[in-house]
């Protein structure tokens, strides 16, 4: 007999994945985990399993080192979503003004006050 890593009802971030676009069923088209500085928006969409409809999720955009354009491990936003009843979501940030400073980064992403997924990404010179 055959058991599942996690068991169905263990709340959890099933699936996350970054790219430039997601479509309204929340795939990411384009998936990549580097991204140029003048790239218009980056997305994450994720799918939660265990989760009962409303709960919160929230995400975090953060610049690890970014050189001088921010100091390590700077926040640069955050949302929060409500699980809609397709368990499905998606976080974005847009570019800066200036393009998004080259180096590297990562979205945290919790339920409740726990980190439930990280996904580390890169931006590049042009």
């Known amino acids: 007999m ?3 890593a996690f068991p169905a009802d263990n709340p959890r971030i099933a ?3 970054l790219g430039t676009g997601a479509t309204d069923n929340y795939e990411i088209v384009n998936p990549t985990t580097v991204f140029m500085q003048d790239t218009p928006k980056i997305f994450c969409a994720w799918k939660a399993d265990g989760l009962k409809t409303g709960t919160p999720i929230r995400g975090v955009f953060i610049a690890e080192d970014v050189g001088k354009a921010a100091p390590p491990n700077y926040k640069i936003d955050e949302a929060t979503i409500n699980l809609p009843s397709s368990g499905k979501g998606r976080f974005s940030l847009s570019k800066p003004n200036n ?3 080259p180096g590297k980064y990562r979205l945290e992403i919790y339920l409740g006050k726990e980190i439930a997924r990280t996904l580390q990404f890169t931006v590049k010179a042009k």
């Open 99 to 101: 393009g998004f400073p």
């Open 15 to 17: 699936q996350a994945v």
């Open 2 to 4: 055959l058991s599942a």
